[in-house]
């Protein structure tokens, strides 16, 4: 059975740093692009990070110089290291796979996702 758990979410002061983990099951994880995505309450879901095949990462705007995306091909786990969190990262974060070796930023190019884990950033 395809699994994303995605976890290591909470609530933090800004200024502080998360580090989010995504365990995947059922599927040759290093065959397979992943990424992150998050979405807050009333916005559009947002591309934050992704890491391909070969290890090259793409971020989105908001996320570049405080966060980075890793991928642990012995454990299966994604992560993404939040650092210098502001109150507007508060959102939902999901973990993604495409089933695909490249990475995009539109969330329609991605077929399975986690359930999400909650980050809050307080002022």
């Known amino acids: 059975q395809v699994q994303l758990v995605e976890s290591g979410g909470g609530l933090v002061q800004g200024g502080e740093s998360l580090r989010l983990s995504c365990t995947a099951s059922g599927f040759n994880f290093d065959d397979v692009t992943l990424a992150w995505f998050r979405q807050a309450p009333g916005k559009e879901r947002e591309s934050v990070a992704c890491?391909?095949?070969?290890?090259?990462?793409d971020y989105g705007r908001s996320a570049k110089g405080r966060f980075t995306i890793s991928r642990d091909n012995v454990e299966n786990i994604l992560y993404l290291q939040m650092n210098n969190l502001k109150p507007e990262d508060t959102a939902v974060y999901y973990c993604?796979?495409?089933?695909?070796?490249?990475?995009?930023?539109?969330?329609?190019?991605?077929?399975?996702w986690g359930q999400g884990t909650q980050v809050t950033v307080s002022s």
């Open positions: 993604a796979t495409p089933w695909r070796h490249t990475c995009r930023e539109a969330g329609g190019y991605y077929d399975t």
């Open positions: 890491i391909d095949v070969d290890g090259t990462t």
